[in-house]
């Protein structure tokens, strides 16, 4: 039995039950901006920017990609292996990529808020709102549960 009185599988499959209920928020999230970025890409504006606005379009076409593969593995691998006992691999691991994947939706994100800031503004706008919003991201999604942890480790 563990601390919450379950037993170990129980606990597994809970946790297991989370991380996928938690996926559906950021995968959320993917969706909208990918489509975005994937309905941008016919649209006669674009067809008129620069080299650099279309490879920062690529990249953010390339980091939600990335989002997507990662934040949609712990839910395939569930489907693939639930059977089979693996659920503490699962949550190992699909804990890992989950991160990862945020990682790249933040910078998708970020990427496409510059991109916006370049076409409508110019260079320094995508420099400060780029800057400003991965700043943001990381201290919202990465700084302030890492400080939440360790003040409750004291």
């Not at 938690?22 to 975005?36: D, K, Y």
């Not at 991109?115 to 409508?120: D, Q, S, T």
């Not at 919003?133 to 480790?153: D, K, N, Q």
């Amino acid at each position: 039995m563990t601390d919450t009185g379950e037993s170990k599988n129980e606990q597994l499959a809970r946790n297991v039950n989370e991380l996928l209920s938690e996926l559906r928020v950021a995968q959320a999230g993917v969706q909208i901006l990918f489509g975005f970025l994937l309905a941008v890409v016919f649209t006669n504006v674009f067809r008129d920017i620069g080299g650099f606005e279309k490879a920062l379009h690529v990249t953010a076409v390339l980091l939600a990609s990335s989002a997507t593969a990662l934040l949609t593995a712990p839910a395939a691998w569930h489907r693939v292996l639930f059977r089979g006992g693996h659920r503490e691999r699962i949550l190992r691991v699909g804990n890992r990529f989950v991160l990862v994947g945020l990682v790249c939706l933040a910078a998708a994100v970020t990427v496409t808020v510059a991109l916006i800031a370049k076409v409508v503004f110019g260079t320094v706008a995508m420099i400060v709102l780029g800057v400003a919003v991965g700043i943001f991201f990381g201290a919202v999604w990465f700084v302030v549960p890492l400080r939440m942890l360790t003040r409750s480790s004291e």
